[in-house]
């Protein structure tokens, strides 16, 4: 079991299923907002069913449409739980915060160093609390 101590940039906590990758997604034309699924072919997530994980990705990819398409996919209750970035990702933290003025419902935003990210690839299971720690029991 390892711990590590994210940054939290918007409060949230999740149990379950990590998905992870080393490569950035693109939210727009990369994620249906509608199921969940991760749809950019070319990413090696793609197929994956993102709902409820716990998402570890090193940022996102594109521009303001990733905060759009993550919001509505917040909206329709069909976002991760928790998205753990390589630093601070701005387009994925407007997008959580946004849905909870909005909405009155989020997802937990962490950001960690390389040396954390790099912990976390490959991990199965992530538990994440409200204050950014981090356990990967496997």
């Known amino acids: 079991m390892s711990v590590i101590q994210g940054r939290v940039l918007v409060e949230g906590s999740a149990a379950g299923a990590a998905l992870t990758s080393t490569e950035p997604l693109s939210f727009w034309g990369g994620y249906d907002q509608f199921t969940g699924e991760v749809i950019d072919r070319r990413h090696p997530l793609s197929g994956a069913d993102a ?6 990705l ?13 919001l509505e996919a917040i909206r329709r209750e069909n976002a991760p739980a928790v998205i753990i970035t390589r630093g601070t990702d701005r387009f994925l933290t407007l ?3 946004v849905a909870h003025e909005m909405y009155d419902r989020t997802i937990g935003i962490v950001s960690v160093d390389a040396d954390g990210f790099e912990q976390l690839l490959g991990a199965g299971q992530l538990e994440v609390t409200p204050d950014g720690q981090i ?4």
Do not use: Y
């Open 58 to 70: 090193p940022a996102s990819r594109g521009s303001s449409t990733t905060a759009a398409v993550l």
């Open 135 to 138: 356990t990967r029991p496997d």
């Open 95 to 97: 997008a959580a915060i």
């Open 51 to 56: 709902v409820g994980t716990v998402l570890v």
